[in-house]
């Protein structure tokens, strides 16, 4: 069963950062492309970044490039997403997905506010 766990959200305030992770289980994590999506309240999920695997190729969407930063770890099943300069339009329910499944994990909350 594919499973994933996301950890990591929080309240900062604008300007910070933080690092969500997500550690993924029921398949083989270091042959899976892992992405990051978010959900605004009353808005629809947004795709946020991918990180492929094995050979590592990275995308973002224009509204977090040069301010995120996807990362994983196959040793650990994990994948990262280190936020810097978070916006206030940052906050959302943040979630990881893996391309070729349909599963979703629980999510974690991202708040950014003064």
């Known amino acids: 069963q594919v499973q994933f766990v996301e950890s990591g959200g929080g309240l900062v305030q604008p300007g910070g950062s933080l690092k969500l992770s997500c550690t993924g289980s029921g398949f083989i994590f270091r042959n899976t492309a892992i992405n990051w999506y978010r959900q605004a309240s009353g808005k629809e999920r947004e795709w946020v970044a991918l990180i492929t695997s094995p050979v590592e190729l990275i995308e973002y969407a224009d509204s977090v490039k040069g301010r995120f930063t996807i990362s994983r770890d196959n040793t650990k099943n994990t994948v990262y997403l280190q936020m810097n300069d978070l916006k206030p339009e940052d906050t959302a329910v943040y979630y990881c997905?893996?391309?070729?499944?349909?599963?979703w994990g629980q999510g974690t909350q991202v708040i950014v506010s003064s």
């Open positions: 997905k893996a391309t070729r499944y349909d599963s």
